[in-house]
């Protein structure tokens, strides 16, 4: 799923503080999982940017809403009287939903009240974890289901590095050594010597060194 | 064996002399002059200099500059290129600008992480590792192509080198490392500073065994501690270093003014019991900003004079 964090509150607020009129619409699927973008959360913000407008002196009419998915037309149904009639809109989706919103309303500003930070997992209850950086020729079949591009600072095809150090990362000690991970998969498969192939160079025209992606299924 | 370059320091490995390399990092400037003191004063000693390429991601003089500067003095650089701040255009590119200036030794290294230097807010490229920059160099020089596949009319004539840290974790596959780097095309090592040498030669057991000594030549890293403090930084805060305490123990049982001294003691010695060890081809001295002390330590190592070719 897409994991994104709140943005600082300040910064929440400058955006938008000049409107006369604002929509906090929470998208509640990938980013309602890490309670930041959820329906519940656009509620919450919106009472929060309300109070400050009140500390402020600032007049501004802020109301709330949501939808399930803020990346797909067909959802957009049920708030489409809402959408159409507000001045400006704080989106907690992604930055995927927050553009498919600024495009889908050409002249309404859309600000995005959360920063997207990563594609990741759910580890356990609050704890997520980026695992995947799309990039386009997936390698996990042969790195035993370790991202190297992802979890791999230096991304090495043919780690690990020299600073790798009981199993942790030469840059901090809360991450893990993704080449680590590789070698004890690896093991536990009974596939070590595969360790000596060697990954070749990878061809990064299919990630965003290629320029924007886009995919399309025929006959839809 | 065949000499593949013009290279130094592949004549002589290839001659069977224990070569010796050491390394000198360029300034925080514009000003080569400090670099070229540098190598002045360690080249009657050494074979060859390695310019380390913007070492733990702090910005300087680029080492492809600083080992023209050298090569125009009439030394013999290594050029050290690391993976981190070039995609393989500028890469290419580099490699055959060196060439053309006449430097025809290299050494393939992944880079520190920029978290650790002067811009950790920035990017990184790591477009190819440093077993594909092997490849890539060994591509361009063999085969006469580019990565793309185009021709290149005077292929560059390099001798190509990689890192090894024996002291890196996982332990089991250092060796099957080692091994993956010479099928890449690496033919010289020089390994991460040896301080525990009983862990570097059980390494060099597994090397040996597998008969790697003899399709690579393999240069133990030598840095000398200045103070018991530096041993304690190295031991504590870089990873992939080992420091054993009896080391540590030895240098704190000195007074403080004599530390040094014992410091370079302590790595001639290591040098003294490394070059007994079946495989060990030379050894490469990274003497951090204490380049004078270079020529001491290889002639008390015996290593000195250098050999001389026409
Ligand atoms: S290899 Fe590419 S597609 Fe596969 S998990 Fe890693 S980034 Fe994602
Ligand atoms: S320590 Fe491991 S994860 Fe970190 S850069 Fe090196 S190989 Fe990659």
């Known amino acids: ?135 386009g020729d997936c390698v996990l079949g042969v790195t035993g289901g370790v991202c190297p591009v992802t979890r791999c600072c230096k991304r090495l095809f043919n780690g690990p590095c020299g600073g790798s150090s009981d199993g942790k990362c030469e840059i901090s000690k809360d991450i893990d050594c993704a080449w680590q991970l590789v070698i004890d998969r690896l093991k536990a498969m009974g596939k070590l010597d595969d360790y000596e192939k060697l990954t070749p160079i990878k061809d990064w025209s299919k990630d965003r060194a290629g320029g924007p992606r886009s995919f399309k299924l025929e006959g839809f | ?90 890469l290419q590119s580099d490699i055959l600008g060196a060439a053309s200036h006449g430097i025809h030794s290299m050494l393939c290294l992944s880079g520190d992480h920029q978290r650790f230097g002067d811009s950790p807010e920035g990017q990184n490229v790591f477009d190819i590792d440093s077993m594909q920059l092997l490849q890539t160099v060994r591509y361009m020089r063999d085969e006469g192509k580019f990565l793309g596949g185009d021709a290149i009319k005077v292929p560059p004539n390099m001798f190509v080198g990689a890192a090894a840290n024996p002291f890196a974790d996982p332990f089991e596959i250092r060796v099957p490392r080692l091994a993956k780097k010479i099928a890449a095309g690496a033919e010289f090592i020089q390994t991460q500073c040896v301080y525990n040498l009983d862990k570097f030669e059980l390494w060099m057991k597994g090397v040996v065994e597998r008969g790697l000594h003899e399709k690579v030549f393999i240069m133990p890293g030598i840095t000398p501690m200045r103070s018991v403090g530096m041993a304690k930084y190295m031991a504590r805060a870089v990873p992939g270093m080992d420091v054993p305490k009896e080391l540590i123990d030895r240098l704190s049982g000195v007074p403080k003014d004599k530390q040094s001294e014992e410091g370079i003691t302590i790595a001639v010695e290591a040098m003294e019991r490394l070059k007994e060890c079946t495989g060990v081809a030379g050894f490469h001295i990274m003497a951090i900003e204490w380049e004078e002390k270079v020529p001491e330590m290889v002639e008390r190592a015996g290593f000195y004079p250098r050999p001389e070719f026409d």
Request: hydrophobic share 35%.
């Open chain 1, 1 to 135: 799923m897409i994991v994104g964090e709140q943005k600082p509150f300040d910064e929440v607020w400058e955006m938008v503080k000049s409107h006369k009129q604002l929509t906090v619409f929470g998208c509640n699927t990938c980013v309602a999982v890490c309670h930041q973008g959820g329906n519940k959360e656009a509620e919450i913000l919106a009472s929060l940017l309300k109070m400050r407008a009140t500390k402020e002196g600032v007049d501004i009419e802020i109301v709330d809403g949501g939808i399930e998915r803020q990346c797909e037309h067909p959802f957009f149904e049920s708030a489409k009287e809402l959408l159409e009639d507000t001045e400006a809109v704080l989106s907690l989706a992604c930055g995927i939903g927050v553009q498919f919103m600024a495009q889908k309303y050409k002249k309404t500003p859309i600000y995005p009240a959360l920063n997207t930070t990563f594609l990741g997992d759910v580890q356990e209850d609050g704890y997520f974890t980026e695992k995947c950086q799309a990039c």
């Open chain 2, 1 to 90: 064996m065949e000499i593949k370059t013009k290279s130094r320091l592949e004549k002589v490995l290839k001659n069977g002399h224990m070569a010796v390399s050491s390394e000198c990092g360029p300034p925080r400037s514009s000003d080569p002059a400090h670099i070229i003191e540098k190598g002045h004063l360690i080249k009657n000693h050494v074979d060859c200099i390695n310019i380390t390429d913007n070492q733990t991601s702090v910005t300087r003089l680029c080492s492809l500059a600083a080992c023209i500067h050298l090569k125009q003095e009439g030394l013999e650089p290594v050029l050290q290129m690391v993976v981190r701040d070039r995609n393989r255009i500028a």
